[in-house]
């Protein structure tokens, strides 16, 4: 499904008044020209009719031809013809040129004697009264159209003004950080009964949200004692001689999963002291001495080799603990990605911290790495939390951490601010 081309409300509105503005403009302009030429034509063969009559009394008070070229033309007929009016083009001797005039010719019986009456206006003049007009009409009507425009334009920006300034704190409103969401109150009704919505919504997930939170901080916190529990009297079964060896199998598979279960839970209860913001401190420690002490730590523990390349000192601000569960999490996903036969680069420079590991193709969900439970291969042992507490860390103090494929190398690169 094709996705509609976005475009910005003001400049929507301002379209719309563009396109049906200029229509409207350009059919009074068509209906003013037709609507004046009619007057003009109208008026104008009245104007005639007028002058045809005047020369008819003239005529038969003098009993002399009137004669004025080439505006009057009188003439004795042997007969009546039938009055008209037509364009005609004739030379004017003022201008030295031929000319456009309409005329009328009239017959009219004066004095027992049958007189063609031809009586004429200049054509051109009329057209220029015409143009006047229409032009006069346009450059008022522009005039007023682009007033229109710039205070319509502005005086919609002014209406919208709260419900953009609430769009942009909706963007930047977290649910994490605990605050109610503070939208500007206006006059509009429609705008603050959907800001009395959105408060009210928002206020309700954030309500939801910290219960769950507490909920789930809670649940971890009230396992771990149970787990240990479990973890210890398998211990005492394993010192116990009376065990079989189907018992041994039994136990040692209980054991590995209640350890799992505990490595789980203690990963939850770390990402929900991370959101609560628990952490707070924020020291300039030296990332380079805690990370070559977690390679240290994983010396011995796996057949890939970790290089370090280049391993320059840097100073972050952050909290040490969490600086190392950054440096624990990155090479330990690093190391069960990686086949025995390939390699893990580690490399310290500029404020960044990289770490490749080679691999055949990249990860089919780039987007979802950071998500809890997420496991690109299912038959990896993993809890899928790891990547999910980093970027957490990262977003408390304002790292970046970005993830690229290239030459058969999945690079993970953090970059501290």
């Known amino acids: 499904m094709n996705q509609k081309k976005k475009i ?3 400049k929507k509105t301002s379209r719309s008044f563009l396109t049906y503005g200029l229509l409207a403009m350009v059919l009074s302009v068509i209906v003013l020209y037709f609507v004046t030429k009619y007057i003009i034509e109208d008026e104008t063969e009245e104007a005639l009719n007028s002058q045809a009559f005047r020369i008819e009394k003239l005529i038969e008070k003098e009993g002399v031809l009137i004669n004025v070229h080439p505006i009057i033309n009188t003439q004795e007929v042997k007969y ?3 009055q008209r009016i037509k364009d005609t083009i004739l030379y004017d001797p003022a201008e030295e040129e031929l000319e456009p005039y309409m005329e009328l010719i009239t017959y009219k019986k004066i004095n027992e004697r ?3 009456i031809s009586v004429r206006t200049k054509v051109m003049e009329l057209y220029d009264i ?3 007009i229409i032009l006069s009409y346009v450059v008022i009507l522009i005039t007023v159209f682009l007033a229109q425009y710039y205070l319509s334009r502005k005086n919609t920006a002014l209406v919208w003004k709260p ?9 930047t409103f977290s649910i994490q950080s605990n605050k109610a ?3 500007e109150e206006t006059d509009i009704e429609e705008f603050s009964e959907l800001n009395t919505e959105i408060k009210t919504l928002t206020n309700k997930v954030i309500s939801d949200y910290q219960n769950l939170k507490q909920f789930t901080e809670d649940v971890s916190h009230e396992i771990q004692t149970p787990l240990a529990n479990i973890q210890a009297k398998i211990g005492n079964l394993f010192d116990e001689n009376q065990i079989n060896e189907k018992q041994y199998n039994l136990l040692i598979e209980i054991s590995n999963n209640a350890r799992r279960l505990a490595t789980l839970n203690k990963k939850l209860i770390l990402l929900a002291k991370i959101e609560n913001q628990q952490f707070k401190t924020s020291n300039r420690i030296n990332f380079t001495n805690i990370l070559k002490n977690s390679i240290e730590s994983f010396e011995g523990l796996n057949k890939v080799p970790i290089l370090t390349t280049e391993m320059e000192s840097i100073e972050i601000n952050g909290d040490s603990y969490l600086a190392r569960i950054i440096a624990d999490n990155l090479l330990s996903n690093a190391i069960k990605y990686t086949s025995s036969e390939g390699e893990i680069i580690v490399k310290v420079v500029a404020n960044e911290f990289i770490v490749s590991n080679s691999g055949e193709a990249a990860i089919k969900n780039p987007e979802k790495l950071y998500d809890r439970f997420y496991k690109e291969n299912t038959t990896k042992k993993s809890l899928g939390l790891g990547l999910a507490i980093v970027k957490k860390i ?3 103090y304002d790292y970046t951490i970005s ?3 290239s030459d058969n190398l999945h690079v993970f690169k953090l970059t501290f601010n």
């Open 181 to 183: 969401l503070n939208l």
């Open 8 to 10: 910005k409300l003001l």
């Open 80 to 82: 009546v013809g039938t």
């Open 130 to 132: 015409l143009q006047a």
């Open 163 to 171: 419900f953009f300034d609430n769009l942009k704190k909706i963007k």
């Open 114 to 116: 049958t007189y063609k």
């Open 394 to 396: 990262c977003d408390n």
């Open 403 to 405: 993830y690229t494929f």
